[in-house]
């Protein structure tokens, strides 16, 4: 086939993927934290949620391989009973959330991390645990911070977002792990574009504002104390040296970050109440 014919190619599938997807949407109930914006979404939740299922296969099949995959398992039911709570509060902020394929899993890693791919696909890094002595209230924290990505779909609206990428470059392969923080010694997953633009590109400094307060929810209805999240990036601070981690390196500083959290902290204080009461 020659090249004209692979370019129309390409411009056909991205045509379909943009009038399955496009959209104009709001992801999410605003919970009590108010997050009410809308998206644009240029291809289908399944098309991401796809490449993001078999990108979380490879990256686990891999660190399985390495046996650097739930090595603790003590310290892997203690992160996947924190997730036991915070999924089915998921459904304050989309009704269909709690019903996702979820996985949870532990990879032993040096890296201060961790991430939720769309869908409901978490990891956390041992070296996260472990450096910050986190606790479980802090643990949620971060939990509910990386599910609260997914429950926005910020990966899908990332994809809205990359406007003048070249087709052909935006429909090729590309490597995993450059957003979410995977080792590369975990493998390299060819995912295609909606895996390099959902996955790779960084978040936006509104996105991450947005999964801070509905994380602080989250991890409220759970009955995990909402400001930990603020001792936890305390920490992080302390542990950086006052400088955020690479995987953090477009994040909001820690000063306006912790200065946000205090806020909304606050504002969700009931909601932990009230869930501490109920259990």
Not at 107 to 112: A, G, M, N, Q, T
């Amino acid at each position: 086939m020659g090249i004209g014919s692979w370019s129309s190619c390409w411009l056909l599938l991205l045509a379909g993927l943009i009038a399955t997807g496009c959209a104009t949407t709001r992801t999410t109930s605003a919970g009590r934290v108010g997050v009410d914006r809308e998206q644009t979404m240029l291809v289908s939740s399944a098309e991401v949620d796809r490449s993001a299922a078999k990108a979380y296969q490879e990256a686990m099949q891999a660190a399985q391989s390495k046996k650097l995959l739930n090595r603790d398992a003590q310290q892997t039911e203690r992160v996947r009973a924190i997730a036991k709570r915070l999924i089915p509060v998921t459904a304050a902020f989309r009704a269909d959330a709690p019903g996702w394929k979820w996985e949870v899993n532990v990879v032993s890693s040096k890296e201060l991390n961790a991430w939720c791919m769309p869908g409901g696909k978490i990891a956390v890094y041992t070296g996260l645990i472990e450096q910050l002595q986190i606790t479980d209230d802090e643990l949620a924290g971060v939990m509910g911070h990386e599910i609260a990505h997914a429950l926005r779909e910020h990966g899908r609206e990332k994809v809205g977002q990359a406007t003048g990428v070249n087709v052909a470059a935006a429909l090729g392969g590309a490597l995993i792990g450059a957003y979410f923080g995977v080792d590369a010694g975990l493998g390299q997953s060819v995912i295609g574009s909606v895996g390099d633009l959902a996955f790779m590109r960084p978040n936006s400094r509104a996105f991450e504002q947005e999964a801070d307060r509905i994380g602080v929810e989250l991890a409220a209805r759970a009955g995990y104390d909402p400001s930990a999240a603020i001792t936890l990036w305390e920490k992080m601070g302390r542990v950086a040296g006052g400088q955020p981690p690479q995987w953090l390196s477009t994040h909001p500083s820690h000063e306006s970050r912790i200065a946000d959290l205090r806020v909304y902290a606050q504002r969700v204080q009931p909601l932990y109440l009230a869930a501490r009461q109920a259990r």
